[in-house]
C-alpha cells in the first residue's frame, strides 16, 4: 500500500478544510469505534470536496452508491441547492440502519433516503435524472454501475468515482486481485470512452471525475 499524498501533505491539508460540523464528527467517531474496515468512510478532506461538486453543480438530485455509515451523503447534503434530495444505496443492513439512525439524527433527515439492496437493482428501479452520481461501493461493479448510471445523468451532471487509485494498488503488477483489476479495467476503458470527459484527480484515495463529452 502506498499513500498517494505525502502524509504530512495530506494532514495540512485536512487541517486546512473546514472542520466537519457537529453530527459528522460523532458520526465518524461511531464509525471508527464501530464498524468494520472504518477507512472506507470518506472523511474530512473529501467530505468537503464532495461538498463543493454538489453545490457546484447546484445539485437537486444526487444519487450514491455505497452509503457506509452515511458520512458521504451527509457531506454532500449541506451543497444541495434548495429542495434538493440525496438516494443512497447501500446492501448492508448494518450500514444502512446506522447511517439512518445519524441521518434522522442531523439536519438533513427531509433531504436523504438510504435505499436498502443491491444497487444495480436500485438504480434501475430510478428514473433519474441525477445532477451528481457517487460510485463508491464494491469496486467489481464499477464499470456496471458507470454503464447504469450514464443515460441518467443530467446533461450537466457528473459522475464521480471513488479510490480509483486504490492505495497505488493500480500500479503494482503484482496485484491480480479481483478488486484491483476491475479498477484496472474501469479506468483504462473511461479514459478512452468517446462518451464522457475524465479526469483522475489524486485527491486522497483517488477520485475520478466523469461528464458527458460535448
Ligand atoms: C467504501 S464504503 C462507502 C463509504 C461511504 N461512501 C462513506 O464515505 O462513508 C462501500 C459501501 O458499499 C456497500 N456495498 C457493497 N456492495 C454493494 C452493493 N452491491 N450494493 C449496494 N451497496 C453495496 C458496502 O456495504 C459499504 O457500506
Known sequence: MTDIVDPALEAY???????????????????????DSPHMMVGRLEGRFLE????????????EIGTFGGYSALSMAPGLAPGGRII???????????ARRH?????????IDVI???????????????????ID???VSYLDYFEAVLPKLSPRGLIVADNTLWSGRIL???????????LRVFNDTLATDPR???????????????????
Open 116 to 134: 436498502e439492496g443491491p444497487a444495480l437493482a436500485t438504480i434501475r428501479s430510478l428514473p433519474g435524472p441525477f445532477d451528481l452520481v457517487f
Open 103 to 111: 441521518i434522522a439524527a442531523s439536519p438533513y433527515a427531509e433531504q
Open 172 to 182: 503494482d503488477p503484482s496485484d491480480r486481485s479481483e478488486d484491483t483489476e476491475a
Open 13 to 35: 491539508a485536512a487541517a486546512h478544510t473546514t472542520a466537519p460540523p457537529e453530527h459528522l464528527e460523532s458520526l465518524a467517531v461511531e464509525v471508527l469505534t464501530t464498524l
Open 196 to 214: 464522457v470527459v475524465v479526469v483522475q484527480a489524486t485527491v486522497r484515495d483517488g477520485v475520478t471525475l466523469v461528464r458527458r463529452a460535448p
Open 137 to 139: 461501493a464494491d469496486k
Open 88 to 98: 443512497s444505496c447501500e446492501i448492508s443492513a448494518v450500514h444502512a440502519e446506522f
Open 52 to 63: 463543493m461538486i454538489t453545490f457546484a453543480l447546484s445539485a437537486t438530485s444526487v444519487l
